[in-house]
């Protein structure tokens, strides 16, 4: 059983920057992603990246702000968040998939992270 932990979440102001990071208790080669899940809403498809670290997904709303990247060693997933809004709050999760695809549906993914918050004011 591989463990997913996020970090970096918080209150912010509009416009500010964020850097969420999730760490694998073991190394893993699978396919990343990260979700978030507001209040009362679906738990949403928000950046993917492949197991080589070669492909990336972002969901619309997010492109050109946020950037998802794995280190070398495969057991790092990071984020980097910029220009940050009112609407990107919500409880971000860490997701794994033996998938060879960057898939953006939650059920495909296998192993999941406890979440971090992430709240953006205006």
């Known amino acids: 059983q591989v463990d997913l932990v996020e970090f970096g979440g918080g209150l912010v102001q509009t416009g500010d920057s964020l850097r969420l990071r999730c760490l694998m208790s073991a190394t893993r080669s699978d396919t990343m992603a990260w979700f978030r899940q507001a209040p009362g809403k679906e738990r949403e498809f928000v950046a993917g990246?492949?197991?080589?670290?070669?492909?990336?997904r972002y969901t619309d709303s997010v492109k050109g702000r946020f950037t998802i990247s794995r280190d070398n060693a495969g057991i790092t997933l990071y984020r980097q968040m910029t220009d940050l809004r009112p609407e990107d709050s919500g409880i971000y999760y860490c997701?794994?998939?033996?998938?060879?695809?960057?898939?953006?549906?939650?059920?495909?993914?296998?192993?999941w992270g406890q979440g971090t918050q992430v709240t953006v004011s205006s």
């Open positions: 997701a794994a998939t033996s998938s060879g695809t960057v898939t953006s549906r939650p059920f495909e993914y296998e192993t």
């Open positions: 990246v492949s197991r080589g670290g070669d492909f990336y």
